[in-house]
Nanobody, 117 residues
């Protein structure tokens, strides 16, 4: 089914930027759509973004458009999420997830992003 390991989370000030990474293994990365999902403290899971197998198509939740950029490097089996102009509301654990058959069937353990002065 595969393994996903997120990294890049940090404590950053409002207005800052972060690039999250997701290293993958155990499956043919280029065959699958990939997603980013986040969970803010005390809240449920929130879908952030998705990217097609080749990377040519990207999708974002309406509230994420403009500050979030998803990308992938199929040669490195890696997924990325660039977040610019961070806001306090972006504080969350960010997960990468593999999509198969319409379901997100494999998840990483997440990386923590904290936006605070």
């Amino acid at each position: 089914q595969g393994q996903l390991v997120e990294s890049g989370g940090d404590l950053v000030q409002p207005g800052g930027s972060l690039r999250l990474s997701c290293a993958t293994s155990g499956f043919t990365f280029s065959d699958y759509w990939m997603n980013w999902v986040r969970q803010a403290p005390g809240k449920g899971l929130e879908w952030v973004s998705a990217i097609s197998c080749s990377g040519s198509n990207t999708y974002y939740a309406d509230s994420m458009k403009g500050r979030f950029t998803i990308s992938r490097d199929n040669a490195k089996n890696a997924l990325y999420l660039q977040i610019d102009n961070l806001e306090a509301e972006d504080t969350a654990v960010y997960y990468c997830a593999k999509r198969s058959g319409g379901l997100m069937d494999c998840w990483g353990e997440g990386t923590q992003v904290i936006v605070s002065l």
